[in-house]
């Protein structure tokens, strides 16, 4: 059933319309709602069993505070933006380079390579625990935020990869013979032509990784084990360690650690629709 | 030097392009996948000197009924997931009114893609809580008991995917939505001059516009549903006994709980396999499409 | 070409070179100067309780003003801990890190990831304070740590609730059984469990194991040395099973955690409660008062009482880079007036018998029990081999669940008796 539009003039018909969806949305997220009320409550009512009844007294402030006090949270959430965001860039730069390749050079072994890339990003990634250790070590890197951002680079360079490929390919071909016949290098075609189109892709694939790199907590565990380098999940899972009944902390907790990429995703909404509208279009 | 250079740009360009992405990518995930290969030829602790056992792991595991569990689990992980693209492909098709408002509504809807696998777990483990969680008071006001479906082996696993769903349906419907956007309307304009409405629409004219998003649906649902373990981790570790283990739980468990690396490695490369098997039907697929003009 | 690097399997003399790469170049003062180096000691906890951390970052202080050297503490969660500490000893340790004693720390001393401390204890006399709790932490005759706290198991249990139903503390079998019956018809699940995270089942296990079959065999079964299909474990099983028939236990077990399962205690909707002092933790300030407990009731009057006791503990990884640093610390930090008020939040039984008499009733109660008792075990996860331990969780679990399938879980764990010890 493609939805016919509703009719500008029909606004009852688009209020109630509007009513139906925000209903579903309700239900969507009801236990994203759950959380939230129960990080305003305090935790003798949590402690009591009061759940779900009317609070006895509110511990919004305190669950809050105690988040940032329990554990040295402020410290992890700056150390998981020095650990995000150079990663985010890093992967872009490398997948926007290897995509070009991918997607615009005919060489033997190119879909091999391709595969290469497509495979091991398809790989339960907790096996390499062992092999990526000793790397870091071996780099001596370990317990720093380099094997952190060294190893989300290479792991989500797959990823990126197969979307930047698939985005550069569904460029319209002429653009390429054009810039060839303008006696342009590969390299100057690159930076002319294709960084910016690829812009609105580009906001996408960095709102995807932020998320995917920022909930990370394996790899924290198994390459780091200082808290001046360890990222804010780590932060949540000492406050699920100390408080496993204590839903109201645990709850505050989530909701902190969600609000960067919540709030990057609002921000880029835009973007992230349009760059995947061009780059997850053509397969 | 610049002569060099220049007789042999034409292909020193893409290799130094491509060099710094494919050398950190095989230096740090293919060379560790090869080696958890090697590995699983062994008998390790993760500390002691390996022992070659050869395929003694393999055979093993072949006997293991846990195993058999874990996969029969996959399955059904793989089966329930593909829930996924439809209902990713509704709720798109629901926000797609141009209303004012829908805008907000529609990254509402987005929520549950960005929040942390850890978080999504932790929020469902208290809905299923018996007695406190969000299901037994829906119950309650019905005037039932509501199941502890985290504690019945044959429950388990599917409220584990339910919750998994949660965040997966939301990244379908981010796909689709994109999709949606570059419908052309010429085609809808014609399909609805020739009469088509409501489920034809969608049959005949709307789904093979979408036919490439559907195809990134379900590659992104495929490898979620079998690489997953996050969610298991959190909810259930892989209880009651063993019964919502998958593959990659059991040997992260093998690995680290019982310290058998190698034959948590032998999991992971039957693991492999299978995926294997998917990502040569989708790399066939993307070289047929690329063949026809894409 | 890339694939080079891997025809070299990591070897242990891999681990050991790269392990070593990373010390040396530490050593020779790579990226600081040696000298602000080795003058700082960096520790790894996994310290759930947030008051003891409090405590234990105020000793770290203390020790920084005494000495001069630099502490740096970094706390874990406790279940990342056991994942994360299989990577640092070999990757990069710290020079203080918190374990268990037993089973587990000899898992890491075998492997030569523990450094000798045996030279702290001579010099500290150690084994004067300690008695025989020095055993727990000693390997070949050599000290690998120092025990920490002490938990002591037992039945847990309110006194307003057992006097408002006039329940009465069950001594033997029968009177348990009768417990059970009288406390069910006042409303009260008979006993709390909640067996998510495995292990609390096991404790069940150990404790009816040792009060029927007694320690001997009960570490012949955690060695390896018996067959989880000998006839002896029958009348464990048994009893066991008599109890879930009975409907003892808290129903959906595996749905909760052991903090879940202790606030059903506090909030008065169960009797009893198998479990450690910290139980505590999920009690409301002001009910503390009412918390006690009792041994676990006898089955065969005719056996010495044999009781579960674990000690966690304390080590100085063998890639430590300031070892000296960390005895030092470890010698502060063990000082009566440092080490007592440490363990005081955890409820924990102190293993130095120095210590003034704690605050806590709960500890006195079983620094006094202790006394009455002819041995101990730590805990099945401890006691066996881990890989071992890890099946018979699973097993333990399950048979609370479906004690049905008893034949079929004990031809299990039998299975991997015979390959994990090689029989």
Redesign the interface.
Known sequence: MFPRPIPETAIWQRRLYVVLVVGILIVWLAPLFAIILTSFRSTQDVMGGNLWGWPTQFGLVDNYTAVFTQTPMARYFLNSLTITIPSVIGVLILSTLAGFVLARYRFRGNMLVFALFVGGNFLPHQIMMIPVRDLMVRLNLYDTMSALIIFHIAFQTGFATLFMRNFIAALPGELFQAARAEGATPFQTLVHVVVPLVRPALAALAILLFTFIWNDYFWAVVLTISDTVKPVTAGLANLRGEWISAWNLISAGTIVVALPPVAMFFLMQKHFITGLTMGAVKG | MTKLWRRHRWWLTPTLLILPAAVLFSVVILASAVESLWISLHEWDGFSPMVWIGLGNYRELFADPQFYVSLKNNLIWLVMFMLAPPLGLAIALLVSQKIRGMRLLKSLFFIPLVLASVAVGVVFTWVYTPEFGLLALIFRTFGATAPAVLSDENFVTFAVVIAALWPQIAFCMVLYLAGLNNLSEDLIGAGRVDGARGWNMLRHIVLPQLTQVTFIAIAVTVVGALRSFDMVSVMTSGGPFGSSEVLAYQMFEQSIFSYRFGYGAAIASVLFVIMAVFIAWYLTRMIRADERGG | M??K??EK????R??LK??G??SA?VLTGFPMPALSQSSEV?I?SDE???DALQILRRIAADFEKQSGTKV?????????H???I???L???A?DVCFWFSGNRMR?FVN?G?FDDISDLFEKEKYKDVLGATTGAVTVDGKQYGLPTGGTMWGMFYRKDVFAEHGLTVPATWDEFLAYGQKSKAAGLIPVSIG????WPAAGWFDQMNLRINGLDKHFALMNGKMAYTDPALKPVFDHWEELIRQGFFT??????????A??FL??KKAGMMNLGAFVKA?F?EQDLEQLTFAPFPKIDAALDRYEEFSVNSVHIPANAKNKAGAREFLAFFYQPENFGPYLEPGGNVPPRNDLPASKDPLVNAAVESLKTVAGTSQYYDRDTD??MA??GL??F??FM??PERRDAILQ?LEGTRR?IFKI
């Open positions: 890339t694939f690097w891997i399997p990591s070897t242990r891999n681990f790269g392990a790469g990373v170049a960096t790894i759930n309780n947030a740096v503490i970094n706390n874990m969660d406790h279940e990342a056991k994942t994360a299989r990577n640092y070999v990757a990069g710290p898992a492997r990831l067996t998510k995270e495995l129903p959906d077990q595996t749905s909760f955690g052991w903090q879940e202790g606030a506090a909030q999920t409301p881990p890989d890890q099946a699973v097993g679990q399950e669940a479906k299990r390959r």
